[in-house]
């Protein structure tokens, strides 16, 4: 029956289709952002979970993942919210891995009550890592003497414009070291019987989603609309749930809100910068 004729039957005669609802999660996993560049945490996306979740007729809530990580608190944050509204709405959590769901984005995959990927995907890395630069040296080359004043012995720890003491990284260590057991607890207690006892499971190594399903790190291999249509029927249609829009359409700000002044604008555009770079330094990790 052509669509103008369907939309004249009564709504209770017509045939209808499954929806599901889908959630698209894309890029290095930040707290804060700008408008320049979003960042993926959960002040950016917790609108768009909520959505999907209040669809009351859709019998799962599948989300799409590409990430190469980033912040373990903000990817926490959103472990916990997809899991808290899944439980509250007794609905079952689809999650499918585009390029990456690496570091933090395996561990924001763990909320999906299965977890599928396409044999290429990259999955993995349940590790913690951190970055930076040191300067020792810059600021007697440029005549620049810095000048610092605490009250705590401790507060200049890991200063990147003093030489490197071994004490700072022993610290900083066990911090990693216990963010790492965080995570290896959720990855043991979602993943279960299903992982295997392969040795270099929780070094921080990655693999292909091939790997991935012998390992136990993802249920199985394919597309979302291909698994979507196999369990739900070829009819099924998935709507892509995105932030919410005003009357005109447009994105509504997230926390924060729109644009400051002159000098907010300048800092926006710096801090961007930032961003940026240390987003390619996370992709380039995974060769992309």
Same mark, same amino acid.
């Given at each position: 029956?052509? #669509? ?6 009564? +709504? ?21 952002? $700008?408008? =320049?560049?979003?960042?993926? #945490? &959960? ?22 993942? /590409? ?10 944050? %959103? ?10 709405? #007794? ?11 690496? $570091?933090?984005?395996?561990? %924001?995959?763990?909320? *999906? ?6 044999? !290429?995907? %990259? ?26 004043? !605490?009250?705590?012995? /401790? ?45 270099? @499971?929780?070094?921080? &190594? ?5 790997? +991935?399903?012998? &390992? ?16 739900? *029927? ?5 709507? @892509? ?5 005003? =009357? ?41």
């Amino acid at each position: 029956m052509p #669509n103008y004729l369907a939309r004249l039957v009564p +709504g209770r005669f017509r045939k209808k289709k499954t929806i599901i609802p889908v959630v698209r999660m894309q890029g290095a996993i930040m707290s804060g952002g $700008s408008k =320049f560049k979003p960042s993926l #945490n &959960l002040a950016n996306i917790a609108a768009a979970l909520d959505k999907a979740f209040a669809k009351k007729d859709a019998p799962a809530v599948a989300i799409s993942i /590409n990430s190469p990580g980033g912040s373990p608190v903000q990817s926490r944050l %959103i472990f916990e919210r997809i899991r808290a509204l899944a439980e509250e709405k #007794n609905k079952p959590v689809l999650v499918f891995v585009e390029d990456v769901a690496a $570091s933090g984005g395996y561990m %924001i995959a763990l909320a *999906g009550d299965e977890i599928f990927a396409d044999p !290429t995907s %990259i999955v993995g890395s349940i590790g913690v890592v951190s970055g930076g630069f040191g300067f020792p040296e810059l600021l007697k080359k440029v005549g620049v003497e810095r000048r610092v004043y !605490t009250s705590g012995e /401790n507060k200049v720890i890991l200063d990147p414009f003093q030489p490197e003491k071994e004490s700072d990284i022993d610290y900083l260590k066990s911090l990693q070291a216990e963010v790492h057991e965080i995570f290896i607890d959720m990855v043991k207690a979602r993943r279960g019987i299903r992982l295997s006892d392969h040795p270099d @499971l929780f070094s921080g &190594l990655f693999w292909t989603g091939r790997r +991935g399903l012998e &390992l136990g790190l993802v249920d199985g291999l394919g597309h979302m609309r291909e698994v979507l249509r196999g369990r739900y *029927g070829k009819d099924v249609k998935l709507e @892509l749930v995105g932030a919410a829009r005003d =009357f005109f359409g447009r994105k509504l700000p997230s926390v924060g809100g729109m644009f400051g002044n002159v000098d907010h604008i300048a800092a926006a555009a710096v801090s961007g910068l930032a961003e940026t770079v240390e987003e390619k330094a996370l992709w380039g990790r995974y060769g992309l």
